[in-house]
């Protein structure tokens, strides 16, 4: 199985940019999604297909890919984005759905 | 507006089963695969499998198999998980949430996700 690994925690002050990385072995046919949590909510998708954003997603999250590093960037961080960031890599077919270990985004 | 909507709470004693059940408003239920997360306390989130609605047909992860089935009624729109034999180590809050389509679509990822089901199993 697939294992994929995020740093725990990232701390910015506002306006500056957040970069949480996500990196591990990549199969074929992945694609690399975004999810925002906060505490006692369900997961919000934030990126899709790597670098889409979702409808309602605001223009400050972007993502990026390397094949075994994926990366969600936050320009001007704002309190609000203080929250838990999860990728997932997936290739659709149901073999292969990893999540990394979740990085805790701390807005000082 | 998309809805996935959980059923309640439960508390259960080690080896007995439980089973969530998650329905689904405001598109065509048996278009998507709908799939199980879960969340251990203070922990990451884990994928434990899917559904495919119009089939039935599921995938389950490896860590699971043999334990977890997943079913559906499209009668009512609604999926189910059932686990077994569960310990204090599956104490979680377990998620549903709409993948792709089941023909024909683009990455979409987990775009839509139920507001969880806290299962309790004390030790």
């Known amino acids: 199985s697939y294992e994929w690994t995020q740093a725990p925690s990232v701390s910015v002050s506002p306006g500056q940019t957040a970069r949480i990385t996500c990196s591990g072995d990549?199969?074929?046919?992945?694609?690399s999604f975004w999810y925002q949590q906060k505490p006692g909510q369900a997961p919000v998708q934030v990126i899709y297909?790597?670098?889409e954003r979702p409808s309602g997603i605001p223009g400050r999250f972007s993502g990026s890919t390397s094949g075994t590093t994926v990366t969600l960037t936050i320009s001007g961080v704002q309190a609000e984005d203080e929250a838990d960031y999860y990728c997932?890599?997936?290739?659709?077919?149901?073999?292969?759905?990893?999540f990394g270990g979740g990085t805790k985004l701390t807005v000082l | 507006q998309v809805q996935l909507v959980q059923s309640g709470a439960e508390v259960k004693k080690p080896g007995a089963s439980v089973k969530v059940s998650c329905k689904a408003s405001?598109?065509?239920?048996?278009?998507?695969?709908l799939h199980w997360v879960r969340q251990t306390p203070g922990q990451g989130l884990e994928w434990m499998g899917r559904?495919?609605?119009?089939?039935?047909?599921?995938k389950y992860a490896q860590k699971f198999q043999g334990r977890v089935t997943m079913t559906r009624d499209t009668s009512i729109s609604t999926a189910y998980m059932e686990l077994s034999r569960v310990t204090s180590d599956d104490t979680a809050v377990y998620y549903c949430?709409?993948?792709?389509?089941?023909?024909?679509?683009?990455?979409?990822?987990?775009?839509?996700w139920g507001q969880g089901t806290l299962v309790t199993v004390p030790s």
């Open positions: 405001a598109y065509s239920f048996t278009a998507y695969y």
């Open positions: 997932h890599l997936s290739d659709s077919s149901g073999n292969n759905e990893v």
């Open positions: 559904i495919n609605p119009n089939s039935g047909g599921t």
């Open positions: 297909m790597d670098s």
């Open positions: 990549a199969f074929p046919n992945q694609y």
């Open positions: 949430a709409r993948g792709e389509k089941n023909y024909g679509d683009y990455p979409r990822g987990f775009d839509f």
